[in-house]
């Protein structure tokens, strides 16, 4: 199989059970998958091994996920990633804040799979 057309996906969330849960259910679609716990490790993946999309969650310690999606629009290098929200914290005023903050899609947890995969698709098409 060759890995180079791989698409990779970066998933920031506090919660190693989310990580582990999105990481294997990624990786069993297929896709190239990095981890990170917070900010720090996130923009560390990124600049590193620029992602094809990005999966956030907005509450972590330190830097809000809203922080972080705020930086990655607002920077020339980043800005044309697309960043899914993924997260708990699903009130329409939170929703609407991401959408203008320049996420692509907002995924309330617990994620319906089936629905988020086909998304996730479309996104990376």
């Known amino acids: 199989m060759d890995n180079s057309n791989l698409n ?25 998958t990095y ?3 917070n900010a720090k490790e996130a923009f560390s993946i990124i600049e590193h091994s620029k992602p094809d999309i990005i999966l956030l969650d907005l509450l972590m310690p330190q830097v809000s996920g809203f922080d ?22 699903n009130t329409k ?12 899609d907002f995924f ?4 319906d799979i089936p629905v988020f995969l086909s998304k996730l698709k479309d996104f990376l098409l």
């Open 68 to 89: 972080i999606l705020e930086k990655l629009k607002s920077n020339l290098s980043t800005s044309e990633i697309p960043v899914v929200v993924v997260s708990a914290v």
């Open 108 to 111: 309330s947890k617990p994620i």
């Open 35 to 37: 981890t990170a716990i």
């Open 8 to 32: 990779s996906v970066l998933i920031v969330d506090d919660s190693s059970t989310n990580l582990v849960l999105l990481e294997a259910i990624l990786q069993e679609e297929g896709y190239r």
């Open 93 to 104: 005023e939170n929703i609407e804040l991401c959408k203008d903050l320049g996420a692509a």
